[in-house]
């Protein structure tokens, strides 16, 4: 169990800090909640306490022979501010000391991390972002802000992300430390398929595979909080949107294939630097699509259903990348008689020509659907990185730091 500090400053957003503390403490950790006291005219201190078992309070002259001000600062493990306003980023970054919560930041020598949320000409305005740029600058993580509805009819960056996002991306910190969310990936354009494609017999059935996208969602969300400018292509994927990124949805392979294509090389922005090919596609569609249900004891029933191959998305994808486009595969193996898990790997990414593979060791269903992973992490150059098991937003931090140092200078957009 870590000591976690839950830091809530006073927008309209901290209603949502009361699931965020909810999550934390459902995995097992100590939540101490500091809010400002404008936190307090959206979410009462009752609501707080309750969820986290510990007291709560706003200023620096309760509890005073505990010394609050100071040790709880020096006692976590975590601060994590949701949401940080425009108001508590300047305080923060000015090292004001004039409540709990930014006494506490000024205390913590444990990896703190702030969620801003504001409304779009506060967190577009220059003295917000040179705030923002000061505190990163010190050491601190500073996720970028959710695009959506903000207070009224007002729409655009500013939002908080979702508190599922916010908790896997803290506890990954958490877990690897504030290097988890290193700002390696700022001016980035990176290109992420996820999920399973789908190819269709008749109007109802498919031929498909068991791929939740959920690997491919957290690499996605990993390096939006990394600084990337992320697309996503999503075959038939269940989930909702990661904070920062731009989902594009997909059934078939050849939809894929076309949406791959065109966001890693033919983009108007320019090719992406990176172009990762995490979803599982079909190898084979049936060559014939009925237009009508095939029903069994019908003269419409198949004795057979002849198959097609379907195109080699992630050769197709190194033949034509860009001039210093990283692409990087992956690869579900079991082993056979033929070789282990690690041998199969490797003659894979020798046959595709990918930079890096991910191979994950799927027997006895070991990555799909589940919330954790583990992989080892294949280089063209003979490298090899072992990632041991952890949640699927630990596996692609430690992806995202293999593969960014492998990156050349930004490309232009």
């Not at 909702?240 to 966001?263: C, I, K, N, Q, S």
């Not at 190898?283 to 259903?305: I, Q, Y």
Request: hydrophobic share 50%.
């Amino acid at each position: 169990m870590s000591r976690i500090v839950l830091g809530v400053s006073g927008g309209v957003a901290a209603y949502k800090a009361a699931l965020l503390l909810r999550l934390f403490t459902e995995a097992g950790h100590d939540v101490r909640v500091v809010p400002t006291p404008g936190a307090l005219h959206f979410v009462g201190a009752a609501t707080f306490e309750a969820l986290s078992g510990n007291p709560v309070t706003t200023d620096v002259w309760s509890d005073v022979p505990e010394v609050a001000h100071v040790r709880i600062g020096q006692t976590a493990e975590l601060v994590v501010v949701a949401p940080a306003t425009a108001d508590l980023l300047a305080r923060a970054a000015a090292g004001r000391a004039d409540d709990l919560l930014t006494a506490t930041l000024l205390t913590a020598s444990c990896p703190v991390v702030f969620v801003p949320a504001m409304h779009t000409e506060m967190w577009r305005h220059p003295a917000t972002q040179d705030n923002v740029a000061t505190l990163r600058r010190r050491g601190a993580i500073v996720l970028p802000p959710a695009v959506g509805r903000l207070t009224g009819p007002d729409s655009g960056p500013g939002r908080l992300p979702e508190p599922a996002d916010i908790a896997a991306l803290a506890l990954v910190v958490l877990e690897q430390g504030a290097a988890a969310l290193q700002q390696d990936l700022v001016g980035r354009r990176v290109v992420i398929s996820a999920g399973g494609t789908r190819e269709p017999l008749d109007p109802v059935r498919f031929l498909g595979n068991r791929s939740s996208g959920k690997q491919g969602w957290a690499l996605a969300r990993v390096a939006a909080a990394r600084g990337a400018d992320v697309v996503l292509v999503a075959a038939n994927v269940e989930l909702p949107a990661p904070f920062g990124v731009r989902v594009v949805d997909v059934g078939t392979a050849e939809e894929l294939r076309a949406a791959m294509l065109a966001e890693a090389v033919d983009s108007g922005q320019g090719a992406a630097d990176v172009v990762v090919m995490t979803a599982a596609v079909a190898d084979f569609r049936p060559e014939n699509v009925a237009t009508t249900k095939l029903k069994k004891d019908s003269a419409a029933e198949p004795s057979s259903v002849p198959l097609a191959r379907n195109p080699d998305v992630l050769v197709e994808l190194v033949t034509k990348r860009a001039a210093g486009q990283l692409v990087v595969g992956f690869a579900a193996e079991t082993g056979d008689d033929e070789g282990d898990v690690l041998a199969h790997g490797r003659a894979k990414l020798a046959r595709k020509g990918c930079d890096l593979l991910v191979v994950n060791d799927v027997s006895g269903g070991q990555a799909f659907g589940r919330p954790d992973n583990a992989a080892v992490v294949l280089g063209a150059d003979g490298s090899a990185v072992e990632v041991p098991r952890g949640s699927k937003d630990a596996v692609a931090a430690a992806i995202w730091t293999a593969v960014a140092p492998r990156l050349g200078r930004p490309t232009d957009g």
